[in-house]
């Protein structure tokens, strides 16, 4: 067994769609990246090479190759991460992922997440954990200039 962790964050940006977890949420803004700026896969995409020591998203998808990844889904980059890992000979074993938000509440929107980050690493809803909080007003979260998130993952060889 081996575990890995992940850190994101990214600034609010008008004119752009919010994605967190692999879903549309509505939301006044979106967040600004290269990508489609997921917060939330892109920690669990750190977390999953960190555990399998294959450092860093940066390092596999830069953004300085041109356009190659720019506004791409994070789905699809999260799909790549965990044909990485299988070809490593490492399956997940369990992930949870903390979404730091001050807004829009995310409740609603925990479930669709779980299912759909489970859908597209191809493995059980049972294994994918989704939670979400406040900075009760403080820090740049608090503020609402931007979203982090934090993910941790179990990695078994297969």
């Known amino acids: 067994m081996r575990i890995g962790f992940g850190y994101d964050v990214h600034a609010f940006a008008s004119g752009r769609d919010l994605w967190l977890g ?10 600004l990246g290269h990508s489609d700026a997921d917060v ?3 920690a669990l995409c750190d977390a999953l090479l960190g555990a399998a020591a294959m450092r860093d998203i940066g390092y596999h998808f830069p953004d300085t190759k041109g356009n190659e990844y720019e506004g791409i889904d994070s789905k699809i980059l999260l799909r790549r991460v ?3 890992l299988r070809e490593q000979g490492y399956e997940l074993g369990n992930c949870d992922i903390t979404i730091c938000a001050q807004a829009p509440k995310l409740s609603p929107y925990i479930e669709p997440m779980r299912q ?11 294994q994918v954990s989704v939670k979400a909080t406040t900075t009760e007003h403080l820090g740049f979260v608090g503020r609402q200039e931007g979203i982090a998130a934090y993910a941790v993952a179990l990695i078994i060889d297969n």
């Open 116 to 126: 759909c980050l489970a859908e597209t690493m191809n493995v059980n809803i049972s």
């Open 22 to 31: 692999g879903i549309a949420v509505p939301h006044t803004q979106g967040l």
């Open 82 to 84: 965990m044909a990485m």
């Open 40 to 42: 939330a896969i892109h």
